[in-house]
Each structure stands twice: as C-alpha cells, then as structure tokens.
C-alpha cells in the first residue's frame, strides 16, 4: 500500500498562475484533507471531505478550490497563484466514525513557491 | 479559542536518555489527540492516537498519556537513540470541531550520540 500519494513534489508559480495539487489514498478511507504549513504559523486546515460527494472550508480557504474526484482523489486548485500562497501542502485521509477516533495519515507534501 | 501548545519548542539530549514531551489544550472537550513525526522536508507520520476515553496508548519505546482534566499530554520515549530526532507535534480534535485537527507547533527533538 503506497498510503497518502501527492503531486508534484515542488512546484514554483509565477504571480497569477494557476495549478491543481493532486492527491490519492489507496486505504479506503471515506474523510479527505488539505492542510498548509508555514513556519510559525504550524498546520492549519485548507478544505475537508467528509465524504465522496461533500467538501467544506476549513480555516484558510480562501484563494483555494477543492474537488472530491472520487473516493480515493482529492484535489487543491490555486486559480490564481499569490506569493502569500508559498507553503508546504500536505494532503491526509481517515476513516471518520463519530463515535471513534479519527486517526489521521499524511502524504509526503508538495512544496510549492509563488514568485 | 481552542489551541494547543507544545513546550518546548526544541530539546536537546543525549543518546541513551529518556524524556518527555509536553503537549497542552484548552479545552477539556476533545474527542481524540493525536502524536506525529515529522522528518525535516518529509510528511507527517502518526505515532499515536489517543481517544478522549483512554488514558494512554503505547508503541514500542513510546507512550503517550492524556490527562482531560488538566488538559495536557505527554509523550514519553524511552532510551533515545539519535535515529528519533526530528520534531513531534500533537494535534487535538475538539469537540464540536467533527473533522479538524488542531495543531501544536511542535517540540524539535535532537538525540546527540
């Protein structure tokens, strides 16, 4: 089992380019996410699935759009590219139960510079 | 505001010691709270979950314990060995918040031989 897969792995953008960060899980999990890390500022919550077909804001998601292919694809467009969006992207997925834990697993990350 | 803490924010030990990490909250209403590694320019790797009525998981050399009531977590290692050094940070899923992890900053753990 490859797990959480991302890519690219590193990407730079010029100002006002757009990009899609594709992400795959091959465990079956029904809850998928986007999460960014910046120095200081620690992981903070892009976009969420709870499941195939639903998608919500987390905390940062403006400048963002997310798309739930299907069960096991999960997808971050930047429309728009701003060197504010320079951050280190990391996809997860879980089995979410309400009444059980919700045990996060990560993927690699992409690292992407907006110039 | 819901927020966790991790104190502190760098440790350094040598090869051989046991230590502890701190993780702190806010709010005593979690579902679950959650250890991870993460090697430098790598992904995060799940260590440990710990669910609101547990109150400690172990793996191998690692236990992790939670206390609601003082709102606070602690990640013991035992017998460090270089090969552990990387940051840990915690993460705490609050009630009321179904799916988001709240994140600490982190403790950058260095084991020198």
């Known amino acids: 089992n490859a797990g959480v897969t991302q890519t690219p792995k590193f990407q730079v953008l010029k100002t006002g380019q757009s990009m899609t960060l594709q992400c795959a899980q091959d465990?079956?999990?029904?809850?998928m996410y986007w999460y960014r890390q910046d120095p200081g500022m620690g992981l903070r919550l892009i976009y969420y699935?709870?499941?195939?077909?639903?998608?919500d804001k987390g905390e940062v998601p403006n400048g963002y759009n997310v798309s739930r292919l299907n069960k096991r694809e999960f997808s971050l467009r930047l429309e728009s590219a701003a060197p504010s969006q320079t951050s280190v992207y990391f996809c997860?997925?879980?089995?979410?139960?309400?009444?059980?834990?919700?045990?996060?697993?990560f993927g690699p990350g992409t690292r992407l510079t907006v110039l | 505001k819901q927020e966790v803490t991790q104190i502190p924010a760098a440790l350094s030990v040598p090869e051989g010691e046991n230590l502890v990490l701190n993780c702190s909250f806010t709010?005593?209403?979690?579902?679950?709270l959650q250890w991870f590694r993460q090697d430098p320019g790598k992904g995060l790797t799940s260590l440990l979950l710990i669910q609101s009525s547990q109150r400690e998981q172990t793996s191998g050399r690692l236990n992790a314990s939670l206390d609601k009531s003082s709102g606070r977590s602690t990640l013991y290692i035992a017998a460090s060995q270089p090969g552990d050094s990387a940051t840990y940070l915690c993460a705490v899923r609050f009630g009321g918040s179904n799916y988001k992890l709240t994140f600490g900053k982190g403790t950058l753990l260095t084991v020198n031989p």
């Open positions: 699935s709870a499941s195939e077909g639903t998608t």
């Open positions: 997860a997925s879980s089995f979410f139960d309400r009444g059980l834990g919700n045990e996060q697993f």
């Open positions: 465990m079956n999990h029904n809850s």
């Open positions: 709010d005593s209403a979690i579902y679950n």
